[in-house]
Structure formats: C-alpha cells, structure tokens
C-alpha cells in the first residue's frame, strides 16, 4: 500500500491561504507521481492536482488553477498543497494519492485520513 499522512487543514475565511502535508508512509515519495484529491460533503472525490515524480511537472484542475500550487520537498519526503484565495467551495476533506507510472486516479490501497479544511464567507 502507498498511504500517506496528510495534515495542515482547518478553518480559514474566504480569500485566507493554507499549506497542507501530505507524509508518505513507510515509502520514498520521491519515485512517484503524487495527487492531490478532495471530497466535499455530497460529492465524488476529485484529483485536484498533480506533481510527477522525476522533473516536478505540475498539473491542476480548472477550479483551483492559479490559486493552489503543489510542490514537493524530497529531503523532508513531504509533499505540499499552497492554498491561497480560498473560497467557500474548496471546503472539503483533501487527501494524497502516489503512483508509480503517472498521476493517480485513487489510492493504491486505502486512503489516509486526510485533512479537513473549513472556508467560511
């Protein structure tokens, strides 16, 4: 399994900024593409961003284009979500997903625990 431990959520008013972790457990994260992903209340889960494992290339979604940034830092072997204009429809729970061959899809195994981050207006 490739789990992770995310952390850095909470809660923050419209237009605020937040830096969420996201841990690896028991693994390098440095060999892998790593996802982010959110769930809002009444919703699928959605990849929101990407960073690949060899030269960094990021990729986002439309909704968070310009506002979040992904970067990791492969001697701390943590990996990063900045959250900056944030908006009361980015509420949600935010976990991390790692694959080996290109941005992941889901978890290979099971999901963390992921990190609740609350935007209020």
Same mark, same amino acid.
């Given at each position: ?7 850095? !959520?909470?809660?923050? &008013? *419209?237009? /605020?900024?937040? =830096?969420?972790?996201?841990?690896? $457990? ?7 593409h790593i !996802?982010?992903?959110? &769930? *809002?209340? /009444?919703?699928? =889960?959605?990849?929101?961003?990407? $960073? ?43 976990y991390c ?25």
């Amino acid at each position: 399994q490739l789990q992770f431990v995310e952390s850095g !959520g909470g809660w923050v &008013q *419209a237009g /605020g900024s937040l =830096r969420l972790s996201c841990v690896p $457990i028991g693994f390098s994260a440095r060999y892998y593409h790593i !996802g982010w992903f959110r &769930q *809002a209340p /009444g919703k699928e =889960r959605d990849r929101i961003s990407c $960073i690949s494992s060899n030269e960094g290339t990021t990729s986002y979604a439309d909704s968070v284009k310009g506002r979040f940034t992904i970067s990791r830092d492969n001697a701390k072997n943590t990996v990063y979500l900045q959250m900056n204009s944030l908006k009361p429809e980015d509420t949600a729970v935010y976990y991390c997903a790692a694959d080996a061959y290109g941005c992941p899809k889901g978890p290979f195994g099971s999901w963390g625990p992921g990190t609740q981050v609350t935007v209020s207006s």
